[in-house]
Nanobody, 123 residues
Framework: QVQLVESGGGLVQAGDSLRLSCAASGRINSRSPMGWFRRAPGKDREFVAA????????FYGDSVKGRFTISRGNAVNTVYLRMNSLKPEDTAVYYCATDPETTNIYTDAWTFWGQGTQVTVSS
């Protein structure tokens, strides 16, 4: 099995920045993309960003383009999400995921998920 652990969430004000971290362990597919999703209260889980195993390609949801940056750590099993210019509508539980089940990485059909970390942005 694969375990994913997110960290770095918290309470910030609008306009602030945060960096989320995700560390994967276990039987990791080192060639699998890694991604971030979020779920706001009363809403479906939403694609935020993803990165290929090499780190060469990144993908973003429309609502975070230009503000969020996904990157791989030096360890292949680590991924970060740098979030700048945070808005109250970014408030959500943020989840790390790996091993997408389909080629459409924008859906939440990924195999392994973390427990999530709460991000709250006050206005």
């Amino acid at each position: 099995q694969v375990q994913l652990v997110e960290s770095g969430g918290g309470l910030v004000q609008a306009g602030d920045s945060l960096r989320l971290s995700c560390a994967a362990s276990g039987r990791i597919n080192s060639r699998s993309p890694m991604g971030w999703f979020r779920r706001a209260p009363g809403k479906d889980r939403e694609f935020v960003a993803a990165i290929t195993w090499s780190g060469e390609r990144t993908f973003y949801g429309d609502s975070v383009k230009g503000r969020f940056t996904i990157s791989r750590g030096n360890a292949v099993n680590t991924v970060y999400l740098r979030m700048n210019s945070l808005k109250p509508e970014d408030t959500a539980v943020y989840y790390c995921a790996t091993d997408p089940e389909t080629t459409n990485i924008y859906t939440d059909a990924w195999t392994f998920w973390g427990q999530g970390t709460q991000v709250t942005v006050s206005s």
